[in-house]
């Protein structure tokens, strides 16, 4: 690799990382302004008319705070998965040598997100398979989450710690020869 392509590329994984420290601080600030708002909540029922990002989940804590509570967990525990896969990144990145990339801890982090990304997909399906109950039973409409998105980057990113974890069997192989 010629110093200006190395260059190059250790600039971009810099910008990277810092992009993965305010992605993981946005989704941290999300999850807990949302945790705050349903807080709030139990103590004035009013305030779950105007919650953190604008969401209205008023009628349906009228209809049943248990469904309330259900549809505000699956938000909190997708930003809070969310947030962890942020953090993995901003480790990842910071782990990652240009002269010697292939690292187990790197391909552990990178199947470690792949398994957190499916279970944003399985949560996002749940979700969506709650918010359909409801509107059938109760005609309170909610917000779809997007799930083949997500399983296809947990694909993706399973592949690449795959090709991460056999360039660290080819690196020891090469390095026994050596």
């Not at 992009?19 to 999300?30: C, L, P, R, S, T």
């Not at 990144?89 to 040598?97: A, E, M």
Request: glycine share 4%.
């Amino acid at each position: 690799m010629s110093t200006g392509t190395k260059t190059r590329t250790t600039q971009i994984l810099a910008i990277m990382n810092v992009i993965a420290w305010m992605a993981f601080i946005g989704y941290a600030i999300n999850a807990g302004a949302i945790l705050t708002s349903y807080v709030v909540s139990w103590f004035n029922p009013n305030a779950s008319k105007n919650m953190y990002l604008q969401l209205n989940k008023n009628v349906l804590e009228q209809y049943s705070f248990l469904q309330y509570t259900m549809s505000i967990s699956f938000m909190f525990a997708i930003l809070c998965i969310k947030a962890q896969i942020a953090l993995l990144v901003t480790r990842v990145l910071g782990k990652v040598n240009l002269e010697n990339p292939f690292k187990t801890r790197v391909a552990l982090a990178l199947e470690k997100i792949s398994y957190l990304l499916i279970t944003i997909a399985t949560l996002a399906f749940l979700a969506n398979a709650h918010t359909d109950w409801l509107q059938k039973r109760t005609g309170i409409e909610g917000d779809k989450l997007t799930t083949q998105e997500i399983l296809v980057t947990a694909g993706l990113v399973f592949i690449i710690s795959q090709i991460f974890r056999r360039g660290v069997e080819l690196q020891a192989e090469s390095d026994l020869t050596v």
